[in-house]
């Protein structure tokens, strides 16, 4: 209904956008070259923001975008994750049967990261995301899942996932040693009010849309309630689409928002 009205290829501000069409704004340009630069060196980086704003569509870029020929990444998204969990999960990934003992499996987690980086000469790259859920037992585990040959190097990159809460969570003095081996981190932000415009007209180009909807004032609208966190945008403009249409109006002006945003 939306396509023809706005005479559109393809519904715009949807999460299925792929990852060579995403919107470079400087704080996801910033987190890509600082995830890149994390895997690259084989380091442990701490990617936070506040829900929507980008991390795993960030996480989901690298993984696109990285050379399969140096790279194996492995992608586990569990609030409740566990340490037992976590040595099953990426071994099966990697096609071996863990052992039942858990020293044994973590045994066979270390052996297997060193012969990826050594024998295969690929660097293993492992993304835990929510990490802000984990419990204490798990963030501890960390030190471990990061200790080779007597902690004396890593042969894979450790990419952390949460929301700011984990940064503090982090700076308590018993996960003081797990903060110290994070040599990278990053906190994505909203959009700015610039970039929030250039946002939804890039999604709007995506889906071909021949030509400007939102009027300057809605844009505004926009910005002023979503604060430039993109999934808050993509809501929003979705839901303003479809009232607009339900309306017959071609353009969606300020009031379209307004209306949308007293309905939530
Ligand atoms: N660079 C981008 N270009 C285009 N769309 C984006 C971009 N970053 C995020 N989005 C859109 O915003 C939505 C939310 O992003 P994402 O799921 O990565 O947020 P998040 O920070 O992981 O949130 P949460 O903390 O809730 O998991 C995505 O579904 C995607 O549609
Ligand atoms: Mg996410």
Known sequence: MIL???EMKEVPFTREIVPTHLFGSATHQEASARLEYATHHRQCCLLTGDPGTGKSTAVRSLIYHSDQVKYRHVYLCDSALTPKLFYHE?????GMQPAYRATEAKRQFQT???DIYENE????????DEAHHFSDNMLQELRFILNFKEDSMSP??????GQPSLRNQLKSKHLEAIDQRIQLRYQITGLTEKETHAYIRHHLQVAQTPHDIFSEEALRAIYHFTQGVPRKINTLCS???LDACVLGN???GESHIQRVINEQ
């Not at 894979?156 to 996932?161: G, H, K, N, V």
């Open 250 to 252: 071609k353009i969606v």
């Open 121 to 128: 000469k690929k660097i293993p790259v492992i993304t835990l």
């Open 4 to 6: 023809e009205f706005f």
């Open 90 to 94: 990426v071994l099966h990934f990697f």
């Open 156 to 161: 894979m990159s450790l990419i952390l996932i």
């Open 112 to 114: 297997l990261m060193l």
């Open 239 to 241: 839901q303003s689409l």
